[in-house]
């Protein structure tokens, strides 16, 4: 897996389309435990994305990143702008300080879902999207190398994204519900899902 400049560029693209493209079930369910602006949030930051792919994919891959995290820190608005952002803005960080992709991808991810986790004051556990990230970077640990990486990263986001529905949620707006967040998919979590997803499927076009 090795992330050409065109590869990074049309993986943000399907990246963001997708998101974009999940804007009305993003509000559906945040309509459901939060305030259902997570679907436009989600969509506006990604439409800012877009705007910005030739100037983001011009950059090497630590400057893009921290563009990209940069912008949805402006864009997105709500609690989970800043925490997006701060998983770009701590990704591109990682790279600048030596990490280098393929071979530090956990250890990239690692700093991302870390800065979330700093910035959220939040744990794997709490309904959030970190209930997606955290098990999406323990697959990438524990099947670095491997070559149903991609297919194993798959599953594990799709099965964890699940796992919210009967958590009760102890951070964020959904917490305000107490036990009536329980039966729900968190809208974060669906969102990690979602990119988690189409960064898979756009590499697994590359391959
Ligand atoms: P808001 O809750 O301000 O309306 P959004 O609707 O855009 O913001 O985002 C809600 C999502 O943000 C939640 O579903 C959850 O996944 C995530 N989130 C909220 N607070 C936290 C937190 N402290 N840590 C991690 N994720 C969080
Ligand atoms: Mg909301």
């Known amino acids: 897996m090795s992330l050409q400049p065109e590869t990074f560029r049309s993986l943000i693209k399907v990246a963001a389309e997708q998101v ?24 506006r930051g990604c439409e800012a994305v877009l705007g910005k792919l030739d100037a983001i994919s011009a950059q090497p891959l630590d400057e893009a990143l921290k563009m990209i995290g940069k912008t949805l820190v402006m864009t997105v608005g709500g609690a989970s702008g800043p925490l997006y952002g701060s998983f770009f803005l701590a990704a591109g960080e990682a790279l600048s300080h030596d990490k280098h992709l393929p071979d530090d991808l956990a250890d990239v991810f690692g ?15 709490e ?4 209930d997606v990230l955290v098990p999406v970077l323990e697959t990438l640990k524990a099947a670095a190398g491997q070559p149903d990486l991609i297919a194993r990263i798959r599953t594990t986001a799709t099965d964890a994204l699940a796992r919210t529905a009967p958590m009760q949620a102890t951070k964020g707006r959904a917490s305000f519900l107490g036990p009536r967040s329980i039966g729900h998919l968190d809208p974060g979590a669906r969102s990690s899902c979602v990119l988690v997803q189409a960064v898979c499927a756009s590499l697994e076009g590359k391959q």
Do not use: C, F, W, Y
Request: zero cysteines.
């Open 111 to 125: 700093s991302a879902v870390d800065a979330v986790s700093a910035r959220g004051r939040s744990h794997v556990g």
């Open 127 to 130: 309904k959030t999207m970190l």
């Open 20 to 43: 974009i493209a999940s804007a009305p079930e993003l509000t559906t369910l945040d309509q459901a435990i939060g305030d259902g602006d997570h679907g436009s949030n989600m969509k």
